[in-house]
């Protein structure tokens, strides 16, 4: 029973350790690109130097950019993150899908939710979502406008708009 306990104890304490060093890599979790050469700075920000329009630096920049995604500018399904209206029946535009800002949606009406893992990227603008034999294929035109093919053919295909 004293030998359970200590190598419980053990694996507690290597299990620390291993979390402790992949989360000591950066503490700040500020990013930034250097705007003259491209590169990327962890930290604090960049000390400065004389430049040739007579400016100096000393300090640096902290914080973040204000931007969302992935930073390469990359769209994602989340990116799309909000209610999309569409007429299913012709009797007006109603709230049909909630994407989430994890990349999860769900179908409004029928209660149906997709997780994130279920969804393949075709392209920025594209994406598939697949739970058994059935597919839904989203193609997004603008960050507002789009169509959803339940693959039902011609009539399978459904303007969706975020308001």
Known sequence: MKLLKKITIL???LSLIAFVSCSAEDKSGVKEKDNTDGTEITGGGKSGTSETDGSSGTGGSSGTSGSTGTGSGEKTFASYAGTWYG?????????LILINSDGSFKILGGDINVPSSDITKNSDTSYTASQGSESITFNFSSDTQG??????????????TKH
């Open 11 to 13: 694996l507690c304490f």
């Open 87 to 95: 007429d299913m029946d012709g009797s007006g535009e109603k709230p």
């Open 147 to 160: 169509t959803v093919d339940f693959g039902y053919g011609k009539d399978g295909i459904l303007t969706i």
